[in-house]
């Protein structure tokens, strides 16, 4: 959907959605994959600005899935599309409330499972500004660093091919194997032996992902280049 005359230009968005990535998801190590798809040009961000006719929200899950389609069709070597919803000036908008995003978020993954053909299967996941950081009442976990990690400046719906995690997926079930297997041959070649024998279960990547990130930002200096980071691209788009 094009700008209005009022909207901020897709350049200036383009480039607050570049210092999110750079700054914040690639400087900070919070993503295995990003730089690799960004330097090889397997990133599309393309940008949804709200509709003038209120009836065009109904048509926005629809039309943002066959946005995914016609960008992987043009693009087979495509694994990351971030659809970036530019936040109107009026702030009663439903893309400024974070529950009613995440509607949207369903929608979309529905309106592109039901496609005839289907095209290449993607993960889903809503990225919001209004979305907060962890309870400072309770223990800092890695599950609940996430919300503050998916601040972007404008609301994105970020859709990951598949295959792409489950290959990064398969990896490190590989490494982790390597990594147990080392560790029983220590105690033994009988241990060695039974470790080559066991079935280890698959890691879950996000789970593993949330950890890590944790221990780069979950507190100390980490936490606070992150949060400053953050504050700056957020009040940089808040003058737009």
Known sequence: MPAQGHDPPEALIQALHDRYLLEVVEDLGLCPFARRCRE???VARPLFYAPEDPDGDAALPAAAAAEVAALSAARPTLEVVLLTFVLPRAPGHPWHDVDAFEELVRAVRDSYEARTP???RYYMVGFHPGLRG???????TADGLVPLLRRTPDPVIQCIRADLLDHIRRQAQAAANARFIAEMTKLGPEY???????IQSD?????????????QVGAGPGRETLELRIQAILAARAQT
Do not use: T, V, Y
Not at 134 to 140: E, G, Q, T
Not at 192 to 198: H, P, R
């Open 40 to 42: 090889q040009g397997r």
């Open 118 to 120: 289907a095209g290449p």
């Open 134 to 140: 962890p309870d400072s009442r309770r223990k800092p």
């Open 192 to 198: 060695a032996a039974l470790a080559s024998q066991a």
């Open 203 to 215: 890691p879950e990547l996000s789970a593993d992902i949330a950890r890590h990130n944790f221990d």
